[in-house]
């Protein structure tokens, strides 16, 4: 599954990659001109789907 976050969301990366690592999720970030990517483990990517959405975020 890719998630695409838009460019003109300032700071997000930073809010997002702070709660993965709150619950000791480590992730590999790569931004582009167009957007960031949050790339997980496999073996992390439910618990970060639940962590993120019980922190308010939305995941399509």
């Given at each position: 599954?890719?998630?695409?976050?838009?460019?003109?969301?300032?700071?997000i990366?930073?809010?997002?990659?702070?709660?993965?690592?709150?619950?000791?999720?480590?992730?590999?970030?790569?931004?582009?001109?167009?957007?960031?990517?949050?790339?997980v483990?496999?073996?992390?990517?439910?618990?970060?789907?639940?962590?993120?959405?019980?922190?308010?975020?939305?995941?399509?």
């Amino acid at each position: 599954m890719q998630g695409i976050l838009d460019f003109s969301l300032i700071g997000i990366l930073s809010k997002l990659s702070g709660i993965l690592a709150d619950n000791k999720i480590g992730i590999f970030a790569v931004s582009t001109f167009n957007t960031d990517y949050i790339l997980v483990k496999d073996a992390d990517f439910e618990k970060s789907l639940a962590v993120l959405s019980n922190a308010g975020y939305t995941v399509i």
